[in-house]
């Protein structure tokens, strides 16, 4: 297959035929998300075939255009988005903008265990009369479990909301840690100075601002995070793409399931949600429950440490949330429904200077007890496609993927990034739809320079592992680094260099050499450079940050038996059996349990219910080789026991903790996890979002025998005048 890109150089005549089914493409988004027409009537009438390409459609429906407008190869190809003439290398990198950490009792009203009911009136266009104030569904099941062992120790409060211009950005470091950028200036919603504003349907974030947000916790303080829904109650004031209503996942944290964005569980326009994240280590209601282990510790804010419970070898850093709402997951995050948490501990306190025996000392700065930033910095990667008048926009080109064409580092379009001559810890996420990356740094001649990887997902691996080229990343994975630029000159430049080239949406086509990502060859324009880093002076003070040759083991799980073999299998051609058309969806794709046939998401029924306080053995298997699924396990870190079957197979980069397990084309990982603390539903499924929205996501369960968690649950049919509750379904043996 060609790439779904036309080259600059294509005919005028090519560019306008493709424009024009662009914009015909654009429709059915727009369409689908008003809810004027469903997934289900797209494959009703042709549009998506097995393949999961467009196809020719008939007279059923109403884009009429479409049937005209495809006529051969470039209609499923996509025109440039146009760059205005900017230059790549000419903004500086924001830092991401830390959100306050405030006092629960600023809060109004108090959260709650259970969901505040409160009645409001409910917007007209959403079905008039009255609503709970807030989204969570009420009653026992969704309260928030153990709440009053966990009371809030600080919240975050913040609004989903339009686009607007940012006059409040605070990225916690100095200017001249930020490429010298003024906060206070204000700062539009544009991926560049010179590319045009974005129009506040176009992108809906946090705040409704750029850059995207970080918050800082740490192990012992419960963390309230109260998201309130500012989105138009209008469905249709969208842009044509996304839909206002949200659901937030805080991706792998280890809470209740009342607190991790379930699919079913959104909340509307004009709701708030609280998510209660007691940011506990795992095994903390049954190993080290007396807090004696020193490494299993938490920053006191004076230098000191506050032992913690649990397992620290259970110890999590770099976490993101983001929107899981039910089918639009794809277009709610690419909209801008993103951001990062950083998780703070003793081992990892963001202070490179606290010398205690625990602290590992990585880069970060040291002027605060915890949570430097200075060297510690956040890089939210995202391809982005824009139309003719510079307004992101999003297309579904087939069911096997979303790819842009427009490389953003912190929404920034291709931007530079000032540092000293010293180390530097990155946090890398890829927050794309369905684009892999292959990250490797250049010098100033393209020669591949050293990385140093420290951390995969959430988590530091046992040991850091040099390269000349990270592995490939797909959607949601986490990779933090360390690169020492006291290995080069002041004045000299850097570049982190895209290796990976897609044709499509559905996996990698290739990786590229160095030399050929730079070449500018690639028909892909996503590969080759993105991100300058230039150094500007020497250091401010030494550098006495460090990486450790041993970082956090791995949990020892030898003597813990396995409870239950899983398989799962992902691939397309899959049914749908359930009737509900809230909590069933459509698509090609979808995940079979075992020897059974593969089915859609439906998120009323239980595929896999493990028992509480066990350990599982779970199979994921790919079972095509045309496509590639970065598969996320909602919950729990897993270690990956093998790849195609052998422990070989497993790179040393991948021998840590997981949570986002890619399968490889015709691959199969093979991984273990431990079902512990909280109970509740949660999810399993593909993050290349657009596969996820195509049905390729599974609910399970944690079958707490009767205690402490209710069995089955009941499935939450949301509606803005409540939140109603139907009898799950079962997949055989559950
Ligand atoms: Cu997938």
């Known amino acids: 297959m060609s790439n779904i890109y036309l080259p600059w150089n294509a005919s005028k005549a090519r560019q306008r035929d493709a424009e024009r089914a662009r914009q015909n493409r654009t429709e059915i988004v727009r369409e689908l998300s008003w809810g004027r027409v469903s997934r289900r009537d797209l494959i009703k009438w042709g549009l998506f075939t097995s393949a999961g390409m467009l196809a020719p459609i008939g007279g059923l429906n109403p884009f009429v255009g479409i049937a005209s407008a495809r006529s051969d190869d470039d209609e499923t190809r996509t025109p440039r988005s146009p760059l205005f003439g900017v230059k790549p290398f000419t903004q500086p990198m924001p830092r991401v903008d830390v959100l306050p950490r405030n006092a629960v009792s600023s809060l109004t009203p108090y959260p709650q265990a259970y969901a505040n009911e409160t009645l409001m009136p409910v917007d007209r266009l959403l079905g008039g009369g009255y609503g709970p104030i807030e989204g969570r569904p009420p009653g026992s099941v969704w309260a928030h479990q153990r709440w009053d062992e966990f009371p809030p120790g600080a919240c975050v409060e913040t609004t989903q909301s339009p686009g607007t211009t940012n006059y409040r950005y605070d990225p916690q470091v100095a200017s001249s840690l930020n490429s010298g950028i003024d906060p206070a200036q204000g700062m539009p919603v544009r991926f560049h100075p010179s590319l045009p504003n974005q129009n506040p349907s176009s992108v809906w974030t946090f705040n409704g601002t750029i850059p995207p947000k970080l918050v800082q916790a740490r192990y012992g303080e419960p963390l309230l995070f109260r998201h309130h829904n500012g989105l138009p109650a209008d469905v249709r004031q969208n842009g044509g793409f996304g839909r206002h209503t949200i659901s937030t996942h805080e991706h792998n944290g280890h809470h209740g399931a009342e607190n991790d964005g379930f699919t079913g569980a959104y909340f509307f326009p004009n709701q708030f949600y609280d998510y209660h994240w007691p940011i506990v280590l795992a095994g903390r209601f049954s ?65 490179e200077e606290i010398d205690d025996g625990v602290n590992l000392r990585l880069p970060s700065g040291s002027a605060k007890d915890w949570g430097n930033l200075d060297y510690d910095v956040n890089l939210l990667l995202a391809d982005k496609a824009m139309d003719r008048d510079g307004q992101q926009y999003f297309d579904i080109f087939n069911s096997e993927g979303f790819l842009g064409d427009v490389m953003t580092t912190n929404f920034a379009y291709n931007p530079y990034f000032e540092v000293e001559r010293r180390k530097y810890r990155f946090r890398i996420l890829n927050t794309s739809a369905s684009r892999f990356f292959k990250v490797a740094l250049a010098n100033a001649s393209g020669a591949a320079q050293p990385i140093i990887q420290i951390a995969n997902d959430g988590n530091l691996l046992p040991a850091p592992v040099t390269l000349l080229a990270l592995d490939e990343q797909g959607t949601a994975e986490r990779y933090d680094i360390v690169i020492d630029f006291s290995n080069y000159l002041v004045n000299e430049k850097l570049h982190l260099v895209n290796l990976c080239e897609h044709e499509d949406g ?123 699924h970065p598969i996320h396990i909602h919950f729990e870190e897993g270690q990956i026991l093998a790849r195609n ?58 079958n707490g025998g009767g205690e402490p968690f209710l069995r089955p649950l009941p499935t939450p049919i949301p509606t803005p005048q409540g939140v109603t509750f139907e009898d799950p379904t079962f997949e055989k043996r559950t």
């Not at 110890?315 to 993103?338: I, L, P, R």
């Not at 109970?679 to 996820?692: I, K, L, P, Q, R």
């Open 287 to 351: 190993m080290n429950t007396g807090a004696t282990d020193r490494m299993a510790s938490t920053p006191d804010g004076g230098g000191g440490l506050i032992n913690v419970p649990g397992d620290w070898h259970e110890t999590m850093s770099s976490h993101w949330f983001h929107d899981h709402m039910f089918g639009f997951t794809s277009q709610n995050v690419y909209k801008g429904n993103v951001a990062m948490l950083n998780i703070y501990s003793g081992l990892d306190r963001g202070n």
């Open 506 to 628: 559905a996996m990698p086509a290739k990786d590229l050499s160095m030399a050929r990502a730079l070449s500018g060859s690639s028909p892909d324009p996503c590969v080759g450079r993105f991100l300058e880093f230039r150094i500007v002076r020497e250091p401010a003070k030494p550098d006495v940050s460090r990486v450790p040759g041993v970082m956090i083991p791995n949990p020892d799980l030898s003597q813990i038996p396995v409870a239950r073999v899983r398989t799962f299998v992902f691939g397309d051609g899959a049914d749908q059996k359930g009737r509900n058309p809230i909590t069933a969806l459509f698509g090609p794709w979808g995940i079979s349990t075992g020897d059974s046939e593969k089915l859609n998401a439906d998120y009323g029924r239980i595929s896999a219910a493990p028992r509480f306080g066990t350990r599982e053995v779970w199979r994921l298997i790919n079972d095509g080789g045309n496509w590639d």
């Open 645 to 702: 079957g052998s422990a070989a197979n497993v790179p040393k980069w991948e021998r840590g903790r997981k949570d986002v397990y890619r399968l490889r084309p015709d691959g199969s990982v093979t991984i273990t996890m431990q079902f512990r603390d909280w109970g509740g539903m949660f999810m399993e499924h593909c993050h290349n979002t657009v596969h996820e929205d195509s049905a390729m996501l599974l609910r399970w369960e944690i």
